[in-house]
């Protein structure tokens, strides 16, 4: 009889074990990373390309606009932009209100001007789908007639929600871009970008409330395309 006891006691205990393990066990989209690094480096494309209303879009219109204010020495201005695009594979409608100061010296000589940024609105690309609000704050300089183009240095960050229609676990998820933009060369014949350099900090949140951190690096090529890399993985898109 004590036999049987123990038999007994031992399979509960089995049980018991068994169903632990099964409570801890995590399921396979749990299990593998939130993004991966190629999700990542798309998702950092969508924040800094022009043709998706990335930061880049409202760095470039305030490039176009500085030459009609520069001897505006001191006097605040601000104008707001609609923008939009309905055509091809990816499109957007945001607003942008932008705001600049021109600093000058005790020649009222203009030496940069301070750049405020805040936008919103929503896009849609190949493989994501999305809106947001953006802020940014640039300081552009290259002012004078011998230079050839703007260079604006500054910050610019995205908070939006986004849904991936290649993902099967996640599709949607709420994202926060941070980006930092550094000798971003903007020429001034056609506000064609020539140069520049820069991070990004992606911090991605499902609806089960994980999170995961994504650094990445950016460089502007001067042929109309950035490669931003995440891990070691390259990625290269056009600006517009």
Not at 68 to 80: A, E, K, R, S, Y
Not at 92 to 110: K, M, R
Not at 187 to 209: E, M, P, Q, S
Not at 230 to 237: I, P
Request: proline share 3%; with cysteine; hydrophobic share 40%.
């Amino acid at each position: 009889m004590n036999f049987i006891r123990q038999n007994q006691m031992l399979l509960a205990a089995l049980v018991l074990t068994a169903a632990l393990l099964a409570s801890c066990r995590k399921s396979p989209e749990e299990v593998v990373a939130l993004l991966s690094d190629t999700e990542a480096a798309e998702l950092v494309e969508n924040a800094v390309a022009e043709r998706s209303a990335g930061a880049t879009l409202p760095t470039v219109d305030m490039a176009a606009l500085i030459e009609n204010f520069l001897q505006d020495c001191g006097v605040p201005g601000d104008t707001t932009l609609q923008r939009n695009n309905t055509l091809g594979p990816v499109t957007y409608n945001y607003n942008f209100e932008l705001g600049w100061l021109v600093n000058c010296n005790g020649a009222n000589i203009p030496q940069d001007v301070q750049v405020t940024i805040e936008g919103n609105g929503a896009f849609s690309t190949a493989h994501w789908a999305g809106s947001d609000t953006s802020e940014g704050s640039l300081t552009f300089t290259g002012l004078g007639l011998q230079a050839t183009a703007y260079v604006a240095n500054g910050s610019y960050s995205l908070e939006g929600d986004v849904t991936g229609s290649l993902r099967n676990a996640d599709p949607s998820l709420s994202v926060q871009t941070s980006l930092e933009l550094k000798d971003l060369s903007i020429r001034k014949t056609d506000y064609y970008i020539t140069g520049g350099t820069g991070t990004a900090v992606l911090v991605a949140t499902n609806a089960r409330g994980n999170t995961q951190t994504v650094n990445a690096a950016l460089l502007f090529n001067g042929n109309g395309t950035v490669t931003v890399t995440v891990n070691g993985h390259s990625h290269t898109f056009p600006i517009q």
